[in-house]
């Protein structure tokens, strides 16, 4: 079955930047989203179709995507930002799969 | 506006049988998918299936398929999850999510988490 991997844990100091990756065999032919899930709370789209924000996610929020390796990127990052994120990529065979998520830290 | 609204949390011994809903309203629910996602205790989102009202096309996570099933019923906008015998392994929360009605491969709209617990 198609996995995406995450690193478990990623710590930023406020204000700096904060980078989260996101592999999988042939990641590029798919498309790529972010959540952004805090404890007790549903998930929260926060980046979808690898790059694109949707209304209401803060401009420091940001999407990339380099041949099997997504990126999410927050910028000047916020107490506020601290959660876990997770990947998930789509397409027509594989449907949906989530990645293994990445818990942001903010010291 | 829309919104998934889900069924409340269940206690289940094993072997039962049991059926989980999500209500959802405010967008054309025959015209959208409408997926199910599973998140055990301290764990990651698992994607367990999804469903199209309008047709019940339905498709499965390999990891799930005979596992449960998934269903709807388009004429009070509600879509189901159900397990036939339950197992302790499949305590945990249950998320219904809809991706935008044009597609697109990601949900933006979810429900509040349904907890099944499941306890001798």
């Known amino acids: 079955s198609y996995e995406l991997t995450q690193p478990p844990s990623v710590s930023v100091s406020p204000g700096q930047r904060a980078t989260i990756t996101c592999s999988g065999d042939?990641?590029?032919?798919?498309?790529t989203s972010w959540y952004q899930q805090k404890p007790g709370q549903s998930p929260v789209l926060v980046i979808y179709r690898n790059t694109r924000r949707p209304s209401g996610i803060p401009e420091r929020f940001s999407g990339s995507i380099s041949g099997n390796t997504a990126t999410l990127t927050i910028s000047g990052t916020q107490a506020m930002d601290e959660s876990d994120y997770y990947c998930q990529a789509w397409d027509f065979n594989t449907h949906y799969v989530f990645g293994t998520g990445t818990k942001v830290t903010v010291l | 506006e829309v919104r998934l609204v889900q069924s409340g949390a269940e206690v289940k011994k094993p072997g039962e049988s049991l059926k989980i809903s999500c209500k959802g309203s405010?967008?054309?629910?025959?015209?959208?998918?409408i997926g199910w996602v599973r998140q055990m205790p301290g764990k990651g989102l698992e994607w367990i299936g999804i469903?199209?009202?309008?047709?019940?096309?339905?498709r499965y996570s390999p990891s799930f398929q005979g596992q449960v099933t998934i269903s709807a019923d388009k004429s009070i906008t509600t879509a189901y999850l159900q397990w036939d015998s339950l197992k302790a392994s499949d305590s945990a929360m249950y998320y219904c999510?809809?991706?935008?009605?044009?597609?697109?491969?990601?949900?933006?709209?979810w429900g509040q988490g349904t907890l099944v617990t499941v306890s001798s």
């Open positions: 042939k990641l590029g032919d798919k498309l």
């Open positions: 469903i199209y009202p309008g047709d019940s096309d339905t």
């Open positions: 999510a809809s991706p935008p009605t044009n597609g697109g491969g990601y949900f933006d709209y």
């Open positions: 405010g967008y054309s629910f025959s015209s959208s998918w």
